[in-house]
């Protein structure tokens, strides 16, 4: 207790979204002031078993969407709705050199796809790949840390080189879920085949929006043999907010 004070004092913490200075140790994993912890939101349960999306309908809980065309995973989970804080913290993970925030939401990810069976199974973790242009820009790969971090709480092994990204991303962000599938047809590849021919493969992402990288990501993973496929993400967007 008296060790805790004395970091406290001498080490003083800030927000890991706002950057508000900390007089005391936050109370949650990630390192939120209170204003902040207020403005992030769990996935809300019950969701569809397939996308993740929030979805009420008791009688079939499978959102129309993925009645209608299934995906190519078997399930995708994310720990935060995209928006407020999460929306922060993910800019600051992924633009903002923040890579200390790796270790707590690579350890939520890790308990989320506990909790969700996700990790039943499976046989290799794999983050999406990034550009390689923009990895070297940024010295980083966002998903890969993610990945370490999930494999080491998970005991499960990490290849991040058994995907590559093969066409530059769109520089819209923003398109709709028909623009963006199309914007990443055939965007990746599997450079390592034996690492996921025949496996259950956990594929790891920071934030999916439409859900079509996702997509990609899985039925490539699947051409090359995978017999199974699940995602997990730090942030999901709501389908209205895309």
Request: glycine share 8%.
């Amino acid at each position: 207790m008296i060790l805790s004070v004395l970091v406290d004092a001498l080490l003083p913490r800030s927000c890991a979204s706002c950057r508000t200075p900390l007089s005391r140790r936050p109370e949650d994993p990630v390192g939120l002031c209170p204003s902040c912890r207020e403005g992030i939101a769990l996935v809300p349960s019950p969701v569809c078993p397939r996308c993740g999306q929030p979805f009420g309908d008791d009688d079939d809980p499978t959102c129309r969407r993925c009645a209608t065309r299934p995906p190519p995973f078997r399930y995708l989970r994310a720990v935060f709705v995209y928006g407020g804080t999460a929306r922060d913290l993910v800019l600051r993970f992924k633009h903002g050199k923040a890579f200390a925030l790796s270790r707590p939401l690579g350890t939520l990810l890790a308990a989320v796809a506990a909790r969700e069976g996700l990790l039943e199974g499976t046989d290799v973790v794999v983050p999406v790949p990034a550009w390689p242009p923009r990895a070297v820009q940024r010295r980083y790969s966002p998903p890969a840390l993610l990945a370490r971090v999930l494999g080491r709480r998970t005991d499960l092994p990490v290849d991040a080189r058994a995907l590559a990204r093969v066409r530059a991303p769109s520089a819209d962000g923003h398109a709709g879920p028909r623009a963006r599938a199309g914007r990443v047809a055939g965007a990746f590849a599997v450079r390592r085949v034996e690492a996921v021919r025949g496996k259950r493969v956990l594929v790891v992402d920071d934030v999916v929006t439409t859900g079509a990288t996702a997509a990609e990501i899985a039925a490539v993973l699947r051409a090359a043999g995978a017999t199974r496929v699940d995602v997990v993400a730090v942030a999901l967007a709501a389908p209205d907010a895309v």
